[in-house]
């Protein structure tokens, strides 16, 4: 059965509202009167405050309505994106492939379960989303549907619609009114939140060309960056950062501090090249300063709190905790199960620690916790009534007897 949409165009599937990502972009303008034209629905915007910056919340209400929204919804999620998304991550230590530390992969989620809900408040029987059928954002949006509300119809305008370029989303903009600022295109392709800000595109496609320095937004150049180092302590408290310098603050006002004080001294740059989840390699810069220094600080009070079998198995697990992250997985009940486990093995990570930043480095220079394991007594080279240096002995030969045996097997002992 078919029906017509705005302009008398068969329709592919009848819709009765979708909620669409929406940015303010040109994509997601052109994606506005799309669906309208293609689904005959109403297309309620939605957008969420991560930490991308009031610059680009500015002016979103008249775009979205000039485009052909009936409504736009905004939500501040700062708070709840790095209490429930990014401090879980941290406390696991999940970082993937070696450097990335999950800006965007934590970000998705915590927009599509937004998107979820407001679907059910506005009685929308399907969502959409702007991302291209190349990258990893298109997953971690539907995965989190599926997982929250698998009867909701989930739109790709990137894996339907004609338009291959800018320039045919401008020509399809003109053509049903919608106006197209004239802006210049950034020449990379950024996604921002409160955690981080990354890069592709442009020169960054070769990966032997050196990123330009005006490509940065969040951090200084370390060769510009303050002379003399600065000191800061971190409070934490069972796995999770509460403080700096003794000062409480909210999770998103203590990663939006760290980032002011740690962009000043140039840290949390980040260049790689890593394996989406698609199948493909891409190159990316990173620039995360606050959290480049809460991954050092609660790594660094776990050296204290934490016993080298459990150091073993939590850095085991905290690669695939990273994998299920970065691949969109977050509701996935294997990753809520090891976040149980994260959270439980954790309970005595409680105490500071305190860095030093200093030309695009951090360096710890103390660390103090109540549950600490290490004993002065016991690690000094003087003799003591717990430690008998006496003792080894007899372990090394015990720890040693598979050596010892197979010297002997070989020599014909």
């Given at each position: 059965?078919?029906?017509?949409?705005?302009?008398?165009?068969?329709?592919?599937?009848?819709?009765?509202?979708?909620?669409?990502?929406?940015?303010?972009?040109?994509?997601?303008?052109?994606?506005?009167?799309?669906?309208?034209?293609?689904?005959?629905?109403?297309?309620?915007?939605?957008?969420?405050?991560?930490?991308?910056?009031v610059q680009e919340l500015e002016g979103l209400e008249q775009k979205a309505k000039a485009s052909g929204a009936c409504q736009l919804v905004v939500k501040d999620l700062k708070e709840e994106f790095v209490r429930d998304f990014v401090f879980p991550?941290?406390?696991?230590?999940?970082?993937?492939?070696?450097?990335?530390?999950?800006?965007?992969?934590?970000?998705?989620?915590?927009i599509a379960k937004a998107m979820v809900d407001v679907a059910k408040e506005v009685g929308a029987d399907a969502v959409s989303h702007g991302c291209t059928g190349k990258g990893n954002d298109q997953v971690r949006f539907e995965l989190t549907f599926f997982a929250l509300n698998p009867q909701l119809t989930v739109v790709a305008p990137w894996r339907e619609w004609e338009i291959t370029g800018r320039?045919?989303?401008?020509?399809?903009?003109?053509?049903?009114?919608?106006?197209?600022?004239?802006?210049?295109?950034?020449?990379?392709?950024?996604?921002?939140?409160?955690?981080?800000?990354?890069?592709?595109?442009?020169?960054?496609?070769?990966?032997?060309?050196?990123?330009?320095e005006d490509m940065y937004m969040m951090t200084v150049d370390p060769k510009e960056a303050p002379d003399e180092p600065e000191y800061v302590k971190i409070g934490?408290?069972?796995?999770?950062?509460?403080?700096?310098?003794?000062?409480?603050?909210?999770?998103?006002?203590?990663?939006?501090?760290?980032n002011k004080i740690g962009g000043?001294?140039?840290?949390?740059?980040?260049?790689?090249v890593e394996n989406r989840l698609v199948g493909m390699k891409s190159?990316?810069?990173?620039?995360?300063?606050?959290?480049?220094?809460?991954?050092t600080a609660v790594s660094e009070l776990e050296s204290l709190t934490l016993d080298r079998e459990t150091i073993q198995i939590k850095d085991f697990l905290a690669l695939k905790y990273a994998e299920l992250v970065y691949a969109g997985r977050w509701f996935d009940p294997l990753r809520e199960s090891m976040d149980a486990f994260m959270k439980e093995i954790t309970k005595t990570s409680t105490g500071s620690v305190t860095l030093k930043l200093y030309k695009g480095s951090v360096s710890v220079t103390g660390r103090e916790s109540p549950n600490s394991l290490y004993r002065q007594d016991i690690s000094s080279f003087e003799s003591g009534e717990i430690y008998n240096q006496a003792d080894a002995a007899g372990f090394i030969r015990l720890y040693g007897l598979p050596m010892r045996v197979r010297a002997m097997l070989e020599k014909g002992l």
């Open positions: 059965m078919t029906s017509s949409g705005v302009d008398g165009k068969v329709l592919r599937k009848k819709l009765n509202k979708v909620v669409l990502a929406y940015s303010g972009g040109l994509d997601t303008s052109v994606i506005v009167p799309w669906l309208r034209e293609n689904y005959g629905c109403e297309v309620v915007c939605f957008t969420a405050d991560v930490g991308q910056g991550c941290l406390r696991a230590g999940a970082i993937y492939e070696r450097k990335y530390l999950l800006g965007t992969s934590m970000a998705r989620p915590v320039e045919d989303a401008i020509e399809y903009a003109i053509k049903h009114n919608v106006h197209v600022p004239v802006t210049k295109k950034s020449i990379y392709s950024r996604d921002r939140n409160l955690w981080h800000l990354s890069h592709e595109g442009d020169v960054l496609e070769d990966p032997a060309s050196e990123p330009k934490i408290v069972e796995g999770l950062p509460v403080s700096i310098n003794g000062n409480k603050l909210s999770p998103a006002s203590l990663v939006s501090e760290l000043k001294h140039g840290i949390g740059r980040v260049d790689m190159r990316g810069v990173y620039e995360t300063p606050g959290g480049t220094i809460l991954f």
